[in-house]
């Protein structure tokens, strides 16, 4: 039989380790982290005021002692208040918005289950690539950038592929569109089907009422109109949801993003004890729950008032220079996230990196099926003031007046 | 034909939420954040010294502005000299060490192919539970707690259950065991299996080398010996691992993990250009360089002795008090999280819960298969010092001190 031989011949590999090892080395590392202050008024990453910072910088502890555990339960609490919900089932995934976007589809859908996305932006597409990988029968309704979706027409297309699930984007933060939610999340539930619903760029500057609107599954990310940093994703599932997640035949794909386990780790299964399911990202639990008091003590409806205004006060002031926004109808534009139709006879690219370079000052291009056709401008959160806005129309107005335009 | 009355019906959902809506409000929530300061003796998150913490509080940029790549290029070369890996594959996920875990076997197996995995605690455990989530095949070698496997135990098992993928925890946190790994790599390769290590808590607390040691994807956390915030997590591919991965018939599960997305993000593909995949946590990125600028200063040889010098001064403390090591042989224990046997008479929880109250110091129970059979006591990174050794030593006395023995 061959075991001896082959100790023999694992022996003989091991020597030359043991023996003979040349430690790789490091060169050129030593420089300090240098970061540079920015005004972040693009799409996001928002700016992340120092009282956020600062809380992110709070000692780490265990992610199960009882003051995280009570850090959870204020951010349960805030993102309840926030998403205007009172399920029980809402916590914050360990990730950005995709995580939690494949947090909501994982468990939501199992293989060989309809799914329908709209996708009038970059969002719809990757929810819809999101399910195909699991398995899932994907059908799509597809509006042109820039614009949205009718009740009507999207309850033709419940009524025609009868899915499971069905995805739209609050806030198409890559066309600048706020979709409109009235009367969707009823539509769904006449057919049986579980509305999900992205609001990233949207939460906190738009009005939501995720109970009241019938919304299933609703999640956001930390670094938009909340100003902490990206790394964690707040999300809740109605009870609607919960009936469908926990009975699932099969056991979603993640085990990192398992429901069972989640909900366990954040006090949501009513169990009195909870297991060690990963590493909570406690630093960024800290940042998470400064940003929701925030929120909490301007109050969301005022937040929402102060986006919508801040939003029209740059409205009118991008016209009276002449420029067009790429939302035509004025309910559907997106305060948080502003599109402008790409200056004619300009290159998009130059613009951006001139008002970067001379004004230190993000606002990006388009993203997805909105590229080259937009400029995007984003004020969110403590971004949100009609000082940013003039700001923003100044280094606006400098770039027209200094890139380079074509003769035609 | 029903359009017009859907119409109808839809109209008249949306007016009771426009006329009629109420605020869910929020109560008791603007007390400060406070986070106490704690001696982090468990198996991790260890304490996060303040020149880390400040890294991670430096202003948030954009997530693909130049300095961030820079910032990302710097994490890779530090990562690369952590493990002792030339491979350009070389990156850390947006997640802890689970979202590694399932970076890793997503990637790298796909519905219906063979993955053997090395069960000694809980983490082989949970790889399985992992890669049985997909439609692996699964099959499991099984030791004891605080047992390891001989080369030849692990060359049977490859030869008769012919895996895609071998998974190893080289430091098992919840037994303290630390594994072997000379000669298992080309054991794999010579089943035309890949060898997959977990690392979370041993690295750079113990000697590995992934290049002479033949290990294709190797992953590790960021709360261990590095002393950062939980919240990314290294890892890295042979060039082996992507030969596989690269010729997949389907797509991993997951976008949010897909390796040729996060490839293009860390720059390790070669492309020109780099396509928005995800919002990378930059703060997270700031303070996981700033944990390898640390390691990079002391050189991770000294690293490895210091963990081992001060492994070595925390047993011979243990063994003098008359308490037991629970991994019996001296090779095999993990330097930077000590297992002890559960002093004999006591309850372990009262022990650790008075170790917490009195000295405010963390130390814990066991984990899966451990529990109630051990102690555990992490001392990683900069936690590692004959003084901290000291402290937990005294706490030690202290707590058999004062807890209930009973009479048995």
Redesign the interface.
Known sequence: TL?SI??VS??L??LP??LN??????QH??KP??????H?F?P?????PPRI???????????M?P?IFE?MS?IK??V??MF???NSMTLAV??????AM?CAIFNTVEPGENVLTAVNGIWGE?AA??AE??GARINTIVAPPGGFFT??EI??ALSKYRPVLFFLAHGESSTGVLHPL??IG??CHKYNCLFLVDSVASMGGA?L?M???GIDILYT?S?KVLNA???TAPISFSERACQKIFNRRT??????LDLSWLANYWGCDGKPSRI?????????F??L??S??VL??EG??KSWERHQQVAEYFHAGLESMGLKLFVKEKKARLPTVTTIVAPHGYDWKEITTYIMKTHNL?ISGG?GPSVGMVLRVGLMGCNSSKANVDMVLAALKDALKHCHKSKV
């Open positions: 075991p082959r100790l694992s022996a590999i091991v380790l043991t090892v040349r430690i790789l080395t490091i590392y030593l982290l240098s970061v540079p202050h920015r972040m693009g996001g990453p928002s700016n992340v910072l600062e809380a992110g910088a709070n000692p780490v502890i265990g992610h002692h003051e850090i204020d609490s805030g309840q208040y205007q919900t009172q360990s990730g950005t918005g995709h995580t494949e990757r690539e999101m990988r699991i009740n009507v309850e033709q009235d009367g009823q539509l009005p009422y109970d009241q609107q990310g670094q940093p990206p790394g056991k979603p794909v993640s085990f990192f060690y399911h990963h590493t909570g990202p406690v630093s960024a800290y940042s729950r400064e929701l008091a909490v003590e969301v409806e993000e993203l």
